[in-house]
């Protein structure tokens, strides 16, 4: 890389700060024993020492909020069947276990809602 080249990274929050992947990932990890690396930088400072292990000096991390609005907890799951990062994983557990394992989600994104459904910020 040319001295002086600048390089973005796009990262996710921790499965703790972001509920609507984090919360399906950690389910399904209780079935298939699969570790949710997605978020693996998800703290600012992981992200710094991946950079600087890289070779990259002069690294500045900034957070940015995403917001997602959810009628209810069905609706979550009902978007959740179409995420790219959960089919996959879905897939790999038995036919009683997956369903097992949406009735969970259910259950747990359930917690979250209020009067207005869900909103989660990331």
């Known amino acids: 890389m040319k001295p002086g080249a600048k390089i973005s990274a796009i990262v996710f929050a921790t499965a703790e700060k972001n509920p609507y992947q984090?919360?399906?990932?950690?389910?399904?990890?209780?079935?298939?024993?699969?570790?949710?690396?997605?978020?693996?930088?998800?703290?600012?400072?992981?992200?710094?020492?991946?950079?600087?292990?890289?070779?990259?000096?002069?690294?500045?991390?900034h957070s940015v909020s995403f917001q997602r609005h959810l009628s209810s907890a069905v609706e979550a799951v009902q978007s959740l069947h179409n995420e790219v990062f959960l089919r996959g994983r879905m897939a790999k557990l038995s036919d009683i276990e997956r369903e097992q394992a949406w009735t969970e989600i259910e259950q747990e994104l359930a917690k979250r809602q209020g009067p207005a459904g869900l909103r989660f910020t990331w």
């Open 22 to 61: 984090g919360i399906p990932l950690t389910v399904v990890r209780r079935f298939a024993g699969v570790m949710p690396s997605m978020f693996s930088l998800g703290e600012p400072q992981q992200l710094r020492n991946a950079f600087r292990d890289g070779g990259f000096s002069d690294i500045a991390v």
